[in-house]
């Protein structure tokens, strides 16, 4: 084994802590070979049986830092002499892949989550206005795509009802950039009676500053996301992020993808493959089948 860590110092430069892990891992390999089987003489069969074994043990991250460990050490045995052929190069297990968009929703199912959505408190007086407000937030969400983040942040002056418009601030230099984003016809009216009446009686319920240039004001102890997440269980959705990675979506339908990524505000395209775009043709295809425009 000594020769082994010599060879890993040399050839990969490595720090005397890896390569005593790296000692200790195939240690570890060769102890789940059964009597009479040798680490260094194991078929590629044998090896994959020994990794199914580890699969039950370790996460699949842990495990292929171990397979590299071990495709090092063949590759050791290799240039040795020790055998002709290398029963490991290049093998890795592939993590399962989860869908990040699920419970997509069509233009009509976002429109009738927001036409449906009353702005009557089942208590009425207060609860009038925080049922006005978020409808206001709903469609921001549905519309507009906004996060709470980005919602948090909004103050009045980004609003201009006129003009039909949100100007969307940056949230910061790493994350969401600013742009300018055309409202909805059906947003104009709760927007028009949010700004001129809901915001200052809201301004008395939360008591914060009177000043106050915050769009959607809120109490210091109050967390955005709580108020997002309350919305998210009155219209029934499993995730509050469905809201804007169907609205990306329905956007990539129309647009393209340049367009898109200024509409969802993402600093680089490249943000825009977390929506499995290889598969966006399929995911097309399932939402026509199913939900026809």
Avoid at 114 to 119: D, H, K
Avoid at 147 to 161: A, F, G, H, M
Avoid at 180 to 185: F, G
Wanted: hydrophobic share 30%.
């Amino acid at each position: 084994m000594n020769d082994f860590k010599n060879y890993l110092t040399t050839k990969y430069k490595y720090a005397e802590r890896t390569v005593q892990e790296k000692g200790k891992q195939i240690e570890q390999w060769k102890r789940l070979c059964v009597p009479g089987q040798e680490l260094e003489k194991l078929s590629s069969k044998e090896l994959h049986r020994l990794i199914e074994i580890q699969k039950q043990r370790y996460s699949i991250q842990t495990l292929n830092n171990q397979l590299k460990s071990l495709e090092q050490y063949y590759t050791y045995v290799v240039e040795t002499q020790q055998r002709k052929d290398h029963p490991l190069r290049h093998f890795r297990i592939k993590p399962e892949t989860k869908p990040l968009i699920q419970g997509l929703l069509t233009e009509q199912e976002l429109t009738e989550l927001y036409e449906n959505y009353s702005v009557q408190g089942h208590l009425g007086g207060q609860f009038n206005h925080y049922r006005q407000r978020n409808k206001v937030l709903l469609g921001l969400m549905i519309y507009q795509g906004l996060d709470s983040s980005t919602l948090d942040k909004l103050e009045i002056q980004d609003i201009d009802v006129e003009k039909a418009i949100v100007q969307v601030p940056r949230i910061s230099d790493y994350k969401l950039q600013e742009r300018i984003l055309p409202l909805a016809s059906n947003q104009i009216m709760e927007l028009h009676k949010y700004l001129t009446q809901t915001r200052e009686e809201l301004l008395k319920l939360v008591k914060t500053e009177q000043e106050t240039k915050r769009l959607f004001p809120k109490s210091s102890k109050t967390r955005f996301s709580s108020i997002t997440q309350s919305i998210r269980k009155q219209i029934e959705i499993e995730n509050i992020h469905q809201l804007r990675y169907s609205r990306i979506l329905l956007w990539m339908k129309q647009y393209n993808l340049r367009e898109v990524q200024y509409k969802a505000g993402y600093k680089s395209i490249l943000s825009l493959e977390k929506f499995n775009l290889k598969d966006l043709e399929k995911l097309k295809q399932s939402i026509e089948k199913y939900h026809p425009f």
